[in-house]
Each structure stands twice: as structure tokens, then as C-alpha cells.
């Protein structure tokens, strides 16, 4: 029998929610606080330049097997470009380029690596190093890392201070928006483990060619088909929680009336919509204050000529991790600049972040040395993900009740901070969709993760 089930955000995970009930005969009603989908995956109309801007660069891997799933169901997979090199400046040089070869993984970027000038040998042997004891390592190794911090592992595996600085950090940075220090080890060895060494498709990097933004419609079109709805500009202020069950949704223009429950809204939103008395029947609830957040800041620069020669490129060792080649309009180059774990950024005026990313930017590209960009717009995200910080997972509740402690049958939690064991991305927020959407209708479910080639399997890196 078909049953309507209310989903509250209308990100990628409550996107991806939606349409595995509708898929599974469902109605699903998702309630969407804003005038558009795709949450913080998404793009907004920039007043200043006329242009539909995403509100920052947002990448995938080709590990994220459950994203790729979701753009097929809504038929958007050929928007995502693949690019299976990645660019790192080494000024006054041109950039070194880190590309698979035919050597089976973990060997297959030996070559490239091997080549790179930004290291010198002896920063080599103990990135080499690093990598075997991770591979090493394994899974199981991995999990019970969970808890301490990664640069605990750098130090014990003697990475010297350029390889941490040049090779490491920037990976873990952008992977899990803070830096190694900060970042639980299991979760930038995931990264490693899963995102490099153990095939050469998962570190193929994935770029939308079309505003994030338009990737969504389809999932339009798919949730109405179902017979669901899309209540957009409409707020969920409270979950009504009858003492046993959820039975429906107050938003700031009426009730919701529905069968089940997902959330998909980040935690401290989360928490506004529960009552005392329903924290209290579920212990999923019990602390979603206490999830920290990292923030994220993007630049939009354009200028009057090109300034870049590859699509993208890593700055190691610069504030400024990434730079972005966009599709630029009217003859302009359209350059995104990606500061992750960007606390130190959040209170600077717009003029002073601009002037210290165009120094990064001078630092690697020649062609920016004495040009202003002729328009720019820099977005904070303060909020951008949790923060991936030792001990997380403790505070990362799973979609369904603990069957021990017990909770409220009809709830069922998404985002991409619930336990989904992966960092704060959109792979892990599809991940979360369809697992609080399976665990609701009874179908469906999480898309197998790339399997480990067979060398990799074999020296550990088993599934
Ligand atoms: C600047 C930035 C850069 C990033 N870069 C990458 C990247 O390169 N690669 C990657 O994989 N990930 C990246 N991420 C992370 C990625 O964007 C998120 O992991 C993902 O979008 C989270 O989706 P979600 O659906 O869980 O949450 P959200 O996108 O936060 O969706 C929640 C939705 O709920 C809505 N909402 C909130 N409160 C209410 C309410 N009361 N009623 C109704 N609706 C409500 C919100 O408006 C929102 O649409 C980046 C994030 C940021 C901010």
C-alpha cells in the first residue's frame, strides 16, 4: 500500500531520499526551506555579475559510486566531466601531473609520482612509506585508528616536513575540510586507502559542467511523477511526536500529515524540530549540539584573459588549496579558488580575501602576476561541513533506532552527518538518503563500493 512520507530537506540526501521512495511506490513530501533544491550542493543568481555562480567548486571521485547511482537515476551523468589527472603547481615550473599508468593499483601512479619535482626523493621514500602502511594496514587497521588523529600516523610513518606539507595536507584538507591535526585518521585513511591506492578509476575526479543547480531538475519531475510533492519556501518548524510515533510535520504553513519520517537537515536544524520530550524517546537525538562544523570558502574571480592552462590545479603549501578553471562566458576566465578548513578566513572582509587568493594565484600562475580580476565574489560558508574531528563517529547517529536503546519507529535520519563512514561530501549524503529510504520502505538500498583491484586486495586492501 502506498504510504506518504515526509522528507525534510531538499539537499542532495533528502533528493536522493525522495527518490528511492518514490521509486519504492511511495509518495514522497519533501519540504524544502528554500525556493530551490540541492542544499549546499547547489548555485545561486549572483547579483553582481549577472551569472548563475555555485556557491563553491564541488568535486567527485570516481570511489563515489552511490553520487554517480543518484546522477544516473535523474539522467544528469553526462554533466560530470572526468579528469583522471590532477595538476599540482611547482612554480617557476610548470605543474607536476599525477596520472594512473598501466601498472596495477596500488603501483598505478608509481610513474607519475616518481616524476614529480615538488618532492624531493627523500620526501618520496617517506609518501612510499606512508602509503605501504597504509596498505598495509587494511580496513581493519584503519578502524581501529578511529578516535586518534592523523598526523599521529604522519609522525610515525617519519613523513618530513615538505611531504606533509606539499603532499599530505592538501589531500586531507580538501577530503575532509580540516586539516590532519584535527582529522580523525580512520577517516583521511579512507581517503587514501579507498580514494588511491586501491584502483586507478576511484581517484578519477568528477566536475559538473552545468550549474550544480540544474543537476536537481529531474528529481522534479521524478518526485511529482510519483504522486509525491515538492513544498519548497515552506519551513518544518516541529516533528509532531504522538508518545509512540511521528505523526506528521508542522511547517510554517501547515501540517504535513505522514505515514513516516527522514530527515535530511544538518544537526543543529535537526534540533530545532524536536521537542524535549521527543529527544528524549530517541537517543539518535540526544546530541546533535555537539557536532562540530569546519567552513569552506570560495572565490569566484573572472578576468579579461586566460590565466590558467589546466583545467584545475593544487596549490601545496599555500593557504589557497585549489584553483578551478570554469567555463567562463563572453571571452572572460573564470577562475573558483577553494579554501577548505578556512577558519582562519571567516572574519576578513571580501577586498583582503580577494588579495591574499590572488597572491596564492600569482604564486602559480605567471599570467595573474599585475592582473585584477574584473569581477570577483567570495562565499563563506561558516557551516560548511561537521567537522571530521577525532571521535566523530560517536556523535554520528545511524538512519534507524538502536534496536537496544530503542527510539521512534517511524524516524528515520539522513544527511551527510549521520553514520554513513564517510567524510562530509555529497557521495555521503546520497549514501545516507538511500539507507534512511530503504530502512523506511523495506527496498532499495546502498550501491557496492568499487572493489579493490586484485593486487591491491592481496597486499591488504581487502573489501
Ligand atoms: C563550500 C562547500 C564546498 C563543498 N565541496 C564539496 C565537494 O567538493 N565534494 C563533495 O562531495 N562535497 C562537498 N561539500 C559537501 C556537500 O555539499 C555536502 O556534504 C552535501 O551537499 C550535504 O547534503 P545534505 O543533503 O546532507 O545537506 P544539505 O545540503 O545541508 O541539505 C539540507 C537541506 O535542508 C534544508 N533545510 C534546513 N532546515 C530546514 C527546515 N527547517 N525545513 C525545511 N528545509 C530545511 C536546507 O535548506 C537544505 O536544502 C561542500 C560543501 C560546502 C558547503
Known amino acids: 500500500m502506498s504510504r506518504s512520507v515526509a522528507i525534510v530537506g531538499g539537499g542532495i540526501a533528502g533528493l536522493a531520499a525522495a527518490l528511492r521512495v518514490a521509486e519504492a511506490g511511495h509518495r514522497p513530501i519533501v519540504i524544502e526551506t528554500r525556493g530551490k533544491l540541492g542544499g549546499r550542493a547547489t548555485s545561486f543568481e549572483d547579483a553582481r555579475t549577472g551569472l548563475v555562480l555555485d556557491n563553491c567548486q564541488?568535486?567527485?571521485?570516481?570511489?563515489?559510486?552511490?553520487?554517480?547511482?543518484?546522477?544516473?537515476?535523474?539522467?544528469?551523468?553526462?554533466?560530470?566531466?572526468?579528469?583522471?589527472?590532477?595538476?599540482?603547481?611547482?612554480?617557476?615550473?610548470?605543474?607536476?601531473?599525477?596520472?594512473?599508468?598501466?601498472?596495477?593499483?596500488?603501483?598505478?601512479?608509481?610513474?607519475?609520482?616518481?616524476?614529480?619535482?615538488?618532492?624531493?626523493?627523500?620526501?618520496?621514500?617517506?609518501?612510499?612509506?606512508?602509503?605501504?602502511?597504509?596498505?598495509?594496514?587494511?580496513?581493519?587497521?584503519?578502524?581501529?585508528?578511529?578516535?586518534?588523529?592523523?598526523?599521529?600516523?604522519?609522525?610515525?610513518?617519519?613523513?618530513?616536513?615538505?611531504?606533509?606539507?606539499?603532499?599530505?595536507?592538501?589531500?586531507?584538507?580538501?577530503?575532509?575540510?580540516?586539516?590532519?591535526?584535527?582529522?580523525?585518521?580512520?577517516?583521511?585513511?579512507?581517503?587514501?586507502?579507498d580514494g588511491f591506492l586501491q584502483d586507478a578509476w576511484s581517484p578519477c575526479m568528477g566536475i559538473s559542467t552545468v550549474p550544480l543547480a540544474r543537476l536537481y531538475d529531474p528529481a522534479r519531475e521524478a518526485i511529482l511523477h510519483a504522486g509525491g510533492e515538492l513544498l519548497e519556501s515552506t519551513s518544518a518548524v516541529a516533528l509532531n511526536y504522538d508518545g509512540r510515533r511521528i505523526s506528521g510535520v508542522t511547517t510554517d504553513e501547515g501540517v504535513v500529515e505522514c505515514s513516516a519520517v527522514i530527515t535530511s537537515v544538518p544537526p543543529d536544524r535537526l534540533a530545532k524540530l524536536c521537542s524535549d520530550t521527543l529527544r528524549k524517546a530517541d537517543a539518535r537525538l540526544a546530541r546533535l549540539e555537539e557536532v562540530p562544523f569546519s567552513p569552506i570558502l570560495g572565490v569566484h574571480l573572472f578576468f579579461d584573459h586566460p590565466v590558467m592552462d589546466t583545467p584545475h590545479l593544487v596549490l601545496p603549501g599555500r593557504a589557497t588549496q585549489w584553483l578551478f578553471r570554469k567555463p567562463g562566458e563572453d571571452g572572460r576566465e573564470h577562475v573558483h579558488a577553494v579554501i577548505s578548513g578556512a577558519d582562519a578566513w571567516m572574519a576578513l572582509d571580501e577586498a583582503t580575501i580577494v588579495e591574499r587568493v590572488l597572491d596564492d594565484m600569482a604564486w602559480a600562475l605567471p599570467r595573474v602576476r599585475g592582473l585584477a580580476p574584473v569581477a570577483v565574489r567570495a562565499v563563506k560558508e561558516k557551516r560548511a561541513t561537521f567537522g571530521c574531528v577525532p571521535g566523530i563517529d560517536r556523535l554520528r547517529p545511524k538512519a534507524v533506532p538502536d534496536p537496544i536503546s530503542g527510539g521512534i519507529p517511524n524516524l528515520f535520519l539522513a544527511g551527510d552527518w549521520t553514520a554513513t563512514g564517510w567524510p562530509a561530501t555529497m557521495e555521503g549524503a546520497v549514501r545516507s538518503g538511500y539507507a534512511a529510504a530503504a530502512a523506511c520502505t523495506g527496498q532499495g538500498g546502498i550501491v557496492a563500493d568499487v572493489p579493490p583491484g586484485r593486487v591491491a586486495a592481496w597486499l591488504g586492501l581487502r573489501a
Open 58 to 193: 564541488h568535486v567527485l571521485m570516481g570511489c563515489c559510486t552511490n553520487l554517480i547511482d543518484f546522477y544516473a537515476r535523474l539522467g544528469v551523468g553526462e554533466a560530470i566531466e572526468w579528469h583522471d589527472t590532477t595538476f599540482w603547481a611547482n612554480p617557476p615550473m610548470d605543474p607536476d601531473r599525477m596520472s594512473p599508468s598501466w601498472w596495477p593499483a596500488p603501483g598505478h601512479f608509481s610513474g607519475s609520482f616518481l616524476r614529480m619535482r615538488m618532492l624531493s626523493l627523500r620526501d618520496k621514500l617517506a609518501v612510499a612509506r606512508g602509503m605501504w602502511a597504509l596498505i598495509r594496514l587494511g580496513r581493519d587497521g584503519r578502524a581501529a585508528w578511529s578516535g586518534r588523529d592523523f598526523a599521529a600516523f604522519l609522525a610515525q610513518t617519519g613523513q618530513t616536513p615538505a611531504a606533509i606539507e606539499r603532499f599530505w595536507e592538501p589531500v586531507v584538507v580538501s577530503a575532509c575540510n580540516v586539516p590532519s591535526a584535527s582529522c580523525d585518521a580512520a577517516y583521511a585513511m579512507k581517503v587514501f586507502q
